[in-house]
Each structure stands twice: as C-alpha cells, then as structure tokens.
C-alpha cells in the first residue's frame, strides 16, 4: 500500500510562452503577482479585524466576570 503511494505519477503542465515577447510576459507576471498580493492583503486585513474584535469581546467579557465576582453576585 505505501509502496503504490510512493510511486504514483505526477501529471506536470508545461506552458510555453517563449512565441511571447519577454516583456510582455514579465508585464503580466507583474500584474498577476500584483493581484495575488493584493487579495492577500484584503485577507489579512479582515483576520486582523476578526482578531481585533475578538480581543474586544473577550477581554470586555472577562472584565464583567471579574466585576461580576467581585460584587459578589457569582462565585
């Protein structure tokens, strides 16, 4: 069974942009690059937000606990 895993081919595409001007390449390379990094930084931007909020959340509800506690309403 392990040995059929190991020896499984690969499936590789092979992309030929040399009937391309390099520039042009390099140009879109660029902006695709460009792109990607931008979606990731959109992506990031919420999970900091997600993040944000939750330290809000969580820390607000400790602090009721805490106050709840030393009112003496909960144990």
Known sequence: MW???VTQTVKVVD???SAYPRWL?????????A?????????LKWTLWLVVFAVLVGGFTWAAWLGLQALGWVK
């Open 3 to 5: 040995f059929a895993a």
């Open 15 to 17: 992309v030929d942009l």
């Open 35 to 43: 792109f990607v990094l931008w979606v990731m930084m959109k992506l």
């Open 25 to 33: 390449v390099v140009a879109v390379g660029t902006l695709v690059l």
